[in-house]
């Protein structure tokens, strides 16, 4: 039975080491939180799951992560539909960007999509939904920082997507978007509160590894969070 010891180990340790880091991150949003009078339950943590094993995940839906965000469908594919059987309370949100031949795969894994930004892809989703019965909650997505090679739709087309979206048969979540990189975040994620505002937004879907307390004090309702979450 030595070998059993020896295998086991390792496992159990990787997985508090995962739970506490869970933690660890949970305590910091609710000290943001409540630095800003929020309330920290006002705050959903997601644990971004792109190039992690299927190992990794468990772990943590074990200490009773719930909400799991992908990049890419394909590698979803790869990993998702084994986990979503065994754990069907699991919520697994897209947050990649998004290319309008791949809606029915994305219907078909998502229940949140969090990179909506253009009408021909939300036109695309409508048409599969109808056909699989799969309504995501949708975020529109906005290049905030109006940079050439992101994702997102131009601050200007925010309230025309949103607008779209609200008469779709999809619930209109809030709005999302990544800050340029180097640069002080802040500013970005109050101009992305600022929006939300403007357009009646609940959901602001902002903040990462490395910036999720400024986001939470600036009213994120939800944070993606992947490093710091698997990575030492
Ligand atoms: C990878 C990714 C994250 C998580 O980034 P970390 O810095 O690893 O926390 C969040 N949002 C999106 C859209 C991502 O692609």
Not at 65 to 80: H, P, T, Y
Not at 174 to 188: F, K, N, Q, S, T
Request: glycine share 8%.
């Amino acid at each position: 039975m030595i070998w059993r010891r020896v295998t086991l180990l390792p496992i159990a340790s990787d997985m508090s080491k995962a739970a506490g880091r869970r933690q660890r991150i949970l305590e910091r949003i609710t000290r943001a939180a409540m630095l800003a009078r929020r309330d920290p339950a006002d705050v959903k943590l997601i644990a971004v799951s792109k190039g992690r094993t299927v190992d990794q995940i468990e772990a943590l839906i074990l200490e009773g992560q719930q909400d799991f965000g992908e990049n890419r469908v394909q590698e979803a594919l790869s990993k998702w539909p084994q986990l979503l059987a065994r754990y069907p309370e699991v919520r697994l949100h897209g947050i990649g960007r998004l290319q309008s031949n791949k809606a029915p795969e994305a219907l078909r894994l998502f229940n949140i999509i969090h990179s909506l930004d253009r009408q021909s892809l939300l036109d695309a989703l409508v048409k599969e939904a109808g056909k699989t019965d799969r309504f995501p909650e949708i975020y529109v997505q906005v290049n905030i920082g109006e940079e050439e090679q992101k994702g997102g739709c131009a601050i200007g087309a925010t309230g025309a997507i949103t607008e779209a979206v609200r008469e779709s048969p999809f619930f209109l979540a809030g709005l999302m978007a990544i800050p340029p990189v180097g640069v002080e975040p802040a500013p970005y994620f109050a101009l992305l509160a600022k929006l939300g505002r403007s357009l009646d937004v609940a959901g602001l879907s902002m903040g990462m590894s490395g910036d999720f307390e400024a986001a939470v004090m600036l009213g994120a309702t939800v944070v993606r969070i992947g490093t710091a979450l698997f990575e030492d």
